[in-house]
């Protein structure tokens, strides 16, 4: 099981595997079985923003057990959490914001400290 952190700019966080573009991140869903997915929303002029990547995996039926939305984009933020919450998926837990520094460390402690930049 990974962790899958979705940003173009930010740099990833230990214990998360980084997904710079909504194609990288939909393919990391489909091809693992993920536990937390932190996503943002502006992923660079003209590519596919973190909204694709929420279409993306209701449509497919992949997805993690727990999404945390850190985007600075308060309106991607929202139709994010809205869309998620919205397809209603089971056992989904769906958190508004970033992920706080005990997940953090949980997640560097599980991958022994170490950036996963591949899984």
């Keep these: 099981m990974i962790n ?3 940003d173009d700019v ?4 230990a214990g998360f595997v980084a997904a710079h573009t909504a194609e990288q991140c939909l393919l990391l869903l489909r091809e693992y079985e993920v536990d937390i997915l932190s996503l943002d929303y502006e992923l660079g002029y003209g590519e596919p923003n973190g909204f694709a990547v929420v279409a993306g995996l209701i449509a497919a039926g992949t997805h993690p057990r727990e999404v945390y939305v850190h985007s600075s984009s308060m309106m991607g933020r929202a139709q994010m959490v809205k869309g998620l919450r ?4 089971a056992g989904l837990i769906v958190h508004d ?3 706080p520094a005990a997940v953090l460390e949980a997640a560097a402690k599980g991958a022994g400290g170490e950036k996963d930049e591949t899984p």
């Design 4 to 6: 899958v952190y979705l």
């Design 97 to 99: 914001g970033p992920m």
């Design 86 to 89: 919205d397809a209603g998926i």
């Design 10 to 13: 930010r740099p990833c966080p």
